[in-house]
Structure formats: structure tokens, C-alpha cells
């Protein structure tokens, strides 16, 4: 399922998740690898962030992983840190570290790393809602550079979050 639209605006997106937030009487926080802190930078500089926005974390290393988001590196190395479930751990763990009931999660490639034999650049991106993960996919930006793939990951996965959400606004 991706629920990608090219016409939905990021600032709409955010305004969105933040009046579900705000409207259910919850908090966020993030956990992000491939994005470089960009879901941060987002949602901290949105209106009344204060009031729904916990904060997040930038792990790279399964090292990190580990000692952040307490990801079994038995799991995390084989991948080099980048799965489904590895997405959908590090969104339910940093729920729990910043006691919150709405997190994200983004792990993946914005490079590729042709010393590891990388070239497909994507991204998983993870969602949970009072601990149950309520979307998971594979995230790919049609751009080329690396710092407009990781702007894209992160602005897909706010899309998508949004959508979620305001059909959950809506009772649907």
C-alpha cells in the first residue's frame, strides 16, 4: 500500500499529524537511520511542536541501533541495519524510550555502497500507533542525489502517516 499522492502538500501532511495528535491527546517521537534527521528538523519546526512533539534519534550504525533502540545486532548485522523489521523495531522501541503513542521510522539507502555490494537505494518506513505497527512498506524516491532521496523518504513517510490518520480523524 502506498498512499503517495504527488498532489498532497508536506506542509498539509504535518498540519494533519499534528491535529490528530493534538485532537486525541497524544505525543510523537522519531527514529530515523537513511533520512538524516529529517523527520527531526520537520516536525520540530512545525507550529505548537512543543505540544505533540516528543523528538527523535539518528541512528547509522548497528552499534547504535543497539545501544538506542536495543535492536538485536544478530538481526541488524546480516543487513547492515536495513529491513522491514528492523523499521518496525526501531518505531515501536523509540515509542517506548520517549513514552509516546505515535513514532516513525526510517531505515535505508540513500547511496549506494559499492564496497557492500549495494546499488538498490530504497528505504523501509514504519509507523506505530499505541504499539501496533499500522504500516510498513518499502520506500523508493525518484530522485538521484543523495540529499533530496533522504528529503524524499522523509516527506513519503509523513504522506503516508498523514493519510493514515486523517482517515482515523474521519472514524474510517
Known sequence: MNLETKSFDLKGALDIIK??????????????????GHLQSLFSQESEAGLFYEGGITTYSCTQKKL??????????????????????????????????????????????PEQNIFDLYAYGSICLHQEIIYCEKIRSERSQPEEIREDYAAILIRNCSALLASRLQGR
Open 19 to 36: 491535529k490528530f495528535c493534538l485532537s486525541k491527546e497524544i505525543k510523537l517521537a522519531v527514529a530515523e537511520s537513511v533520512s538524516s
Open 68 to 113: 538506542q533502540l536495543l535492536i538485536n545486532p544478530e538481526l541488524c548485522n546480516p543487513c547492515n541495519g536495513v529491513s522491514k523489521d528492523i523499521s518496525q523495531t526501531m518505531a515501536k522501541n523509540i515509542a517506548k524510550l520517549f513514552d509516546v503513542d505515535l513514532s516513525l521510522s526510517l531505515t535505508g539507502y540513500a547511496s549506494p555502497l
